[in-house]
């Protein structure tokens, strides 16, 4: 069964960070470039961060540059965006998605599977 599940969300204060994961299952993981996007309540869902399938490229949003890294670790199918620094308008839900082109890009038209998400709330 085709799966990826984010997880690692969470409530953290200002400043703080978080490692999300997205684990995939019933395909093979280092066939698809990764992306992670969020949504807001009542904003349009944005690209976050993405990977290449080979890992050798990444792209980031302007407002995340510096402060959030991707990675995947294809052996364990698996794909992480590590948080630091966070603020209160990083908080969204998180989603990762798989592009079959392989290429780093943020254009959510190339995605063609999302997982359900998992909730960052960023607060004191």
């Known amino acids: 069964q085709l799966q990826l599940v984010e997880s690692g969300g969470g409530l953290v204060q200002p400043g703080g960070s978080l490692r999300l994961s997205c684990a995939a299952s019933?395909?093979?993981?280092?066939?698809?470039?990764i992306g992670w996007f969020r949504q807001a309540p009542g904003k349009e869902r944005e690209g976050v961060s993405c990977?290449?399938?080979?890992?050798?490229?990444?792209n980031y949003a302007d407002s995340v540059k510096g402060r959030f890294t991707i990675s995947r670790d294809n052996a364990k199918n698996t794909v992480y965006l590590q948080m630091n620094s966070l603020k209160p308008e990083d908080t969204a839900i998180y989603y990762c998605?798989?592009?079959?082109?392989?290429?780093?890009?943020?254009?959510?038209?190339?995605?063609?599977?999302w997982g359900q998400g998992t909730q960052v709330t960023v607060s004191s």
């Open positions: 019933g395909f093979t993981l280092d066939r698809y470039a």
């Open positions: 998605a798989r592009s079959p082109l392989g290429i780093a890009t943020m254009q959510r038209a190339r995605y063609d599977y």
């Open positions: 990977i290449s399938r080979s890992g050798g490229s990444a």
